[in-house]
């Protein structure tokens, strides 16, 4: 077992924030958390897609990796599974940037 600790030079991608310790300086609010509409509605899209056989949580996760590391910092928890949502269904050929746009415009 190595008795390397978490900040001391291990590379790891921005999104693995797991025991470093700017990020451990306050405590983790473990209680209850409200869920927004837009929290709800982006949460029932995955699983739509999911039971579509559309997207799988293992795609979801790799898109939001792949957000970078300023965006990710930027958006909020499903703010990020909505931009891995619309990036995997563009690269699938569900959806074209051009609708995106077009949707986002209209809202």
């Not at 008795?3 to 306050?26: E, I, Q, T, W």
């Not at 209680?31 to 029932?44: I, K, P, Q, S």
């Not at 990036?87 to 209209?106: F, K, S, Y």
Request: charged content about 30%; hydrophobic content about 40%.
């Amino acid at each position: 077992m190595s008795n390397v600790l978490p900040d001391h030079d291990v590379p790891r991608a921005h999104h693995d924030m797991g025991g470093v310790s700017k990020f451990m300086c306050d405590a983790v609010d473990t209680g209850d958390h409200a869920l927004t509409e837009f929290d709800r509605t982006v949460d029932a899209v995955r699983g739509l897609l999911g039971a579509k056989k559309v997207m799988s949580v293992d795609e979801l996760r790799r898109g939001i990796e792949a957000i970078p590391e300023a965006e990710y910092h930027r958006l909020s928890y499903y703010q990020r599974w909505i931009r891995s949502i619309a990036d995997n269904l563009m690269v699938r050929g569900v959806i074209t940037e051009a609708e995106l746009r077009a949707t986002l415009e209209g809202l």
